[in-house]
């Protein structure tokens, strides 16, 4: 895979300003030219925002650079653009001339020309007041938004196109040309590539959630569909409007942290992705000092850094370890944090209950999203925009103000190694898993219990709940439904001898009836001898079906997975994890393999230093041979006694280490 770090051209260049057309430069700030930054920061990819044309396309140089080319048909700001780039024309054949433009670029340069036909518009929808009758019905109404272009249906001023008149006007398909998609939510990531787009790209920060969840739907809608993913990291962000920006002391003076989007890039990068884009880079990289001349900002030393660890010396990074996948019913609607589904036009039940909560246990904190107005201790009025000038001041006295970016990026129980597919994955893909959990409302077609019963007998472990399944499923999970519901609250694990009291909750009872099924953990009232299974296990070929009964793994207060589902979840996913992290509490950390050799990035996303120490899963593996990697500076060897290396971490800081012929053959 070539990764690509990209760099803009930005609207503000050709300097007509807000009227205009809106520019992520309307704090004032100047911008340096795209040559200029390149001669500085490794970089090979740039997005041309909206505003194409021969002369850009030129200087963009696609014979060594992939270029993302913005151009959105219908929407308002597009209008406004061509209003003051091309007043000689009529709007449509101001449209005629820069598609052309663009389709000849895309046939010249093939995959280092891509057409982003529209952006965000998944977060521009105008729901109707009424409900839908179903997940589908909504997700018909999503798609025709997009797809066929229907007035009324969304926020024109939102970076919409025209894909009736792609289609009839210039002939083009989303399948047939280098087609891209932005999209800003979680939802909506799988759909773009099933409606055809080869390349998907997700927006964060800027009030939006997490970005490992992002990162996890963004990665497996890739992997399923085939396609190619990015990320865009908006420099806006938190309640002081602008884009992080500073001054010629290296004061911050708005938007978030440079420490935050460092940390956001190097995780990005060590995910998978084909690219990241840093937005409003030719000013947010730059200062302009009392001279008159231009110098690297923070974070444009920390762009400079990065891109050269990132595109000239980690090119043998490998592939993450990504051993779990997750999976939604189709029409799912899940957004993370805001505990709505399909514009808030559907009950948010238990089973989206049961995903929000997988999450929170995979990524504590992850739905914090500290740029939301919300009470602080140190801030107790509040954050919000209102709240502009207090936050200036408190920048300028040197606050980094990191708590309102808490929730962007969390600890990881497991590490990141979890994707996120849809329910009409097909089996290639989802054997690349060892681990498939079931998550939500989703429910076994025959097609898809046929696919589910390869996959395990082929020797994947599937973790399913009662509420997914029905009697039609007995010959896959090896259990039958009585359809009976007993107070079952006491717990007792095989694997350990804890047990787990939730209080008073309903667990399904089931018949075990399959001849290789076995109860795995029973479940049993504390003061009487009643009991039943609480996960039974079902040997399938290779494989091994669990199938758990406490609906849809929740605790009596909904807020949790039940705790003997937690301590489950932890056993079945631990044995993939070719390095445990032991330390007081949990860290971000994503594992990449290449061949024999192992590369580790850890990230402490807290305000208070992190120590810990890594250990090899088992004896195949040897830690011993470390070097630890400081972009901007040549690997040093770790100084390290034995084969578990101890690690210290500061307060929003991270370590990169390197462990050569780590995995024996």
Same mark, same amino acid.
């Given at each position: ?289 009392? +001279?008159?001349?231009? =110098? !690297?900002?923070?974070? /444009? $030393? ?7 660890? %990132? *595109?000239?010396? #980690? ?73 502009? +000038?207090?936050?200036? =001041? !408190?920048?300028?006295? /040197? $606050? ?7 929730? %962007? *990026?969390?600890? #990881? ?253």
């Amino acid at each position: 895979m070539t990764f690509h770090f990209m760099v803009e051209f930005d609207q503000a260049e050709w300097g007509h300003g807000l009227e205009v057309a809106p520019s992520p430069t309307d704090t004032g700030m100047e911008f340096v030219p795209i040559e200029e930054t390149r001669k500085v920061i490794p970089t090979n990819a740039i997005r041309m925002w909206t505003n194409p044309s021969r002369e850009r396309l030129q200087r963009a140089d696609m014979t060594k650079n992939l270029a993302l080319i913005d151009f959105w048909l219908s929407s308002d700001q597009q209008k406004r653009i061509a209003a003051v780039d091309a007043p000689e024309l009529t709007y449509q054949e101001y449209l005629d001339d820069r598609v052309k433009m663009i389709l000849e670029a895309i046939q010249k340069y093939g995959d280092n020309a891509w057409w982003c036909i529209c952006g965000e518009q998944d977060g521009g929808v105008y729901w109707p007041d009424q409900y839908f009758e179903s997940k589908e019905a909504a997700y018909r109404f999503f798609e025709e938004c997009i797809l066929e272009n229907i007035p009324g249906r969304y926020d024109t001023n939102r970076k919409m196109t025209d894909i009736p008149m792609m289609r009839k006007h210039y002939g083009v398909e989303l399948s047939q040309k280098n087609t891209a998609m932005q999209v800003s939510k979680c939802f909506s990531t799988h759909y773009p590539y099933k409606w055809g787009c080869g390349l998907v790209w997700l927006e964060r920060n800027a009030g939006l959630s997490n970005v490992q969840v992002g990162i996890a739907f963004m990665r497996g809608a890739a992997k399923q569909y085939h396609g190619k993913w990015g990320m865009d990291f908006s420099t806006w962000g938190g309640p002081s409007a602008g884009t992080c920006h500073f001054d010629a002391a290296g004061n911050r003076l708005a938007g978030v942290s440079a420490s935050l989007l460092e940390r956001e890039y190097l995780c990005t990068f060590h995910a998978g992705a084909d690219f990241i884009l840093s937005e409003s880079s030719n000013s947010t990289f730059w200062v302009k000092h009392p +001279d008159g001349k231009f =110098k !690297l900002s923070p974070l /444009g $030393n920390i762009a400079k850094n990065f891109g050269e660890y %990132s *595109l000239n010396t #980690s090119p043998d990074l490998g592939a993450p370890h990504t051993p779990v996948a997750v999976m939604l019913e189709q029409y799912h609607g899940w957004e993370p944090g805001i505990k709505t589904i399909w514009g808030d036009k559907l009950p948010y039940t238990n089973a989206e209950r049961m995903i929000d909560n997988f999450f929170e246990l995979a990524f504590p904190g992850y739905d914090e999203n500290g740029f939301s107005p919300k009470w602080s201790p140190l801030h107790p009025e509040g954050f919000g925009w209102q709240g502009q +000038d207090q936050c200036r =001041k !408190l920048l300028a006295d /040197g $606050n980094g103000l990191h708590e309102i970016e808490a929730g %962007s *990026l969390a600890a #990881s129980t497991w590490g990141d190694c979890i994707d996120a597919v849809l329910d009409d994955c097909k089996l290639d893909v989802l054997q690349k898993y060892p681990v498939l959990i079931l998550l939500g409302g989703i429910k076994l077609t025959d097609e898809l219990r046929e696919r589910l019963q390869k996959y395990v007998e082929n020797g994947g472990e599937l973790i399913i709940n009662t509420r997914q399944i029905s009697d039609a499923d007995a010959e896959l999970t090896g259990v039958k439904l009585t359809g009976e519901v007993k107070l079952l609250p006491q717990v007792k694990p095989s694997w350990n001898k804890l047990t787990h009291d939730d209080g008073l909750v309903n667990h399904d009872i089931v018949e075990v009836t399959g001849k290789n099924a076995e109860v795995f953990v029973k479940a049993k009232r504390g003061y009487q001898k009643t009991e039943g299974p609480a996960i039974v296990c079902n040997k399938l070929g290779k494989g091994k079906v669990f199938t758990t009964t406490r609906p849809y793994m929740q605790a009596g207060n909904g807020k949790t997975l039940s705790n003997h589902c937690r301590d489950f979840l932890n056993w079945v996913v631990s044995p993939h994890l070719p390095i445990k992290v032991i330390g007081e509490s949990f860290i971000q950390y994503t594992i990449n393999m290449n061949g024999g050799n192992l590369k580790m990035l850890l990230i402490n996303n807290s305000e208070n230093a992190w120590s810990g120490q890594l250990v090899p899963a088992n004896s195949n593996i040897d830690l011993s041979k470390a070097a630890e990697i400081i972009p901007g500076k040549e690997p040093v060897e770790y100084p390290q006694t034995g084969n578990n290396p101890k690690v210290t971490i500061d307060p929003y800081g991270y370590k990169i280490y390197e462990f050569n012929d780590a995995i024996k053959s």
